[in-house]
């Protein structure tokens, strides 16, 4: 497994790089990036149904649709997300929690022991969920990625998933509202160590690469970024995408 850290915080080529890296070669990946303010709902949801549509043009959080199912959630420089990419292992379906031990793990380091849930999504031990994962799988290859919610704006959070314009005539996945804290605040409110944003992203990927035993790390070159920037316009920046029903 090789890790890749995209220094992009734009959020329609960091899908577009997750989907690159899952359709470009067998190689596996780690990968970990930080967005712009945004929503990133599921494959297979209506976004009119997931957002608070008034409140995202309002505070211009743009909505973005990603390759993977599950339910909306709402990004920002305060949230550090993962991707895993990997070769299914015989008839395996690899749609369990196993993705999520390197996580978990490292978390642990920061006095943190997260709980995983139904959705295989993760908790703060309190009750608040912190993490929410998506998988998308092919015959051969699976991407499983999830949000750590360190230190996001969870007015704007809420704010921007705050539906207000359900139509029940228009199908899709809905999500699943859940009550949501900051690692952050947990840890301040535990007596934990406390670091910046940015201490705490560059401490998580340092122990993922440790618990991963990850050695090589690469640099996104010209030639892939120019196929990235690609997909993002062609698909991750097209409103026939995402904001198709």
Known sequence: MELVVSEKNDPAINLALEEFLFNKTDME???????????IIG???VWENEINVDFCYGNAIPVYRRISGGGAV???????????IMNKKGNKTDLNAEFLKPIIVSLTTF?????VGQRKDLWLPDGFKFSGTASHVTANR??????LLYETDLDKLNGALASENKNAEVKGISSVPSPVKNIRTYCIENHLSVRTPSDFFN?????????TGITHTITPDEDMMKGVELLANEK??????????
Not at 74 to 84: M, P, Q
């Open 142 to 147: 699976v991407l499983h990625h999830g949000t």
């Open 203 to 211: 401490k998580m990927i340092e122990e993922v690469k440790f618990v």
């Open 111 to 115: 006095g943190c022991q997260p709980v």
């Open 236 to 245: 991750y920046r097209d409103e026939s995408w995402n904001k198709r029903k």
């Open 43 to 45: 494959c297979n949801q």
């Open 74 to 84: 709402y990004h920002d420089y305060g949230n550090l997300n993962y991707c895993f």
């Open 29 to 39: 990946y780690a990968l970990f990036y930080v967005n712009a303010p945004s929503v």
